[in-house]
C-alpha cells in the first residue's frame, strides 16, 4: 500500500525556468513531510521539510507547499540550474517527533541547459 | 567531519545465504534508521535503533535483524536471502532531539545482489 505517490517518474525544464514536482499522500495522520534529493551513487539528501501546522516553507530557490485538504505537496525550484538534475523523493511522517518515513517512488528531474 | 559511512559498498550473495551489512553513522548521531530500495521504488523502512534497541519497525520479516553498538553503528543482518532481497540497502542517522528528528542523513547505501 503506498501511502506516498509522486505520480510523475520524470521531468524535464528549460534552465532558468521553474520545476514543479509533486506529490500526494493518503494517510491523514502524516504531519511532517520531506524532500529528499538523490544523485546516481550517493545516499539521499535533504532538502527541504515542512510541517502540518504550515502551507509553505521556503529555503533559497527551493519552496515547498503543503495542501492539506487535498493531501497534496509540491516542490518549487526557481530557477533551475542543471545541478538541480537528481531523483528528488518526497517523504512523510505520521507522528511529531516519530521517525518512520514513508517515501514516494521519486521523480527524475532533468534541467536542460 | 565524516558523513554516514556504509560498507561494504556492493555484495554479491547465493539464495539461502546470511548477509551482514554495516554503518558508522555521523558523527553526534545516536539514531540509526535501516531502508531497502528496490529498484525504481523509494527506500522502505525497515527498523530504526536507538540507544542499543529497536525502536520502530516497518513491514519486513523477522528474517531481517539488527544491531546497535555502544559507540552507535549499526548492523544489518538478512538470513536465507530471498532474489527479492536484491536492492539497495541505506543507512540513515540523526540526533533524536526535537528539531533535528526529521533531518536524516542517508550514507551511500550497499548494492547487495541476491543470484
Known amino acids: 500500500d503506498q501511502q506516498v505517490k509522486q505520480n510523475s517518474p520524470s521531468l524535464s525544464v528549460q534552465e532558468g525556468r521553474i520545476s514543479i514536482l509533486n506529490c500526494d499522500y493518503t494517510?491523514?495522520?502524516?504531519?511532517?513531510f520531506l524532500w529528499y534529493k538523490k544523485y546516481p551513487a550517493e545516499g539521499p539528501t535533504f532538502l527541504i521539510s515542512?510541517?502540518?501546522?504550515?502551507d509553505k516553507n521556503e529555503d533559497g530557490r527551493f519552496t515547498v507547499f503543503l495542501n492539506k485538504s487535498a493531501k497534496h505537496l509540491s516542490l518549487h525550484i526557481v530557477p533551475s540550474q542543471p545541478g538541480d538534475s537528481a531523483v528528488y523523493f518526497c517523504?512523510?511522517?505520521?507522528?511529531?517527533?516519530?521517525?518512520?518515513?514513508?517515501f514516494g517512488t521519486g521523480t527524475s528531474l532533468t534541467v536542460i541547459p | 567531519d565524516a558523513g554516514v559511512t556504509q560498507s561494504p559498498t556492493h555484495l554479491i550473495k547465493t539464495r539461502g545465504q546470511q548477509v551482514t551489512l554495516r554503518c558508522s553513522p555521523k558523527?553526534?548521531?545516536?539514531?540509526v534508521s535501516w531502508y531497502q530500495q528496490a529498484l525504481g521504488q523509494g527506500p522502505q523502512f525497515i527498523f530504526q535503533?536507538?540507544?542499543?534497541?529497536?525502536?520502530q519497525r516497518g513491514n519486513f520479516p523477522d528474517r531481517f535483524s539488527g544491531h546497535q553498538f555502544p559507540n552507535y553503528s549499526s548492523e544489518l543482518n538478512v538470513n536465507a536471502l530471498w532474489l527479492g532481497d536484491s536492492a539497495l540497502y541505506l543507512c540513515?542517522?540523526?540526533?533524536?532531539?526535537?528539531?533535528?528528528?526529521?533531518?536524516?542523513?542517508f550514507g551511500p547505501g550497499t548494492r547487495l545482489t541476491v543470484t
Open positions: 535503533y536507538y540507544e542499543e534497541e529497536e525502536r
Open positions: 494517510n491523514s495522520m502524516f504531519d511532517y
Open positions: 558523527s553526534g548521531h545516536d539514531t
Open positions: 515542512i510541517s502540518s501546522i504550515k
Open positions: 517523504a512523510a511522517s505520521a507522528q511529531y517527533g516519530g521517525n518512520q518515513f514513508y
Open positions: 540513515a542517522s540523526n540526533l533524536a532531539t526535537a528539531g533535528s528528528a526529521y533531518e536524516q542523513y
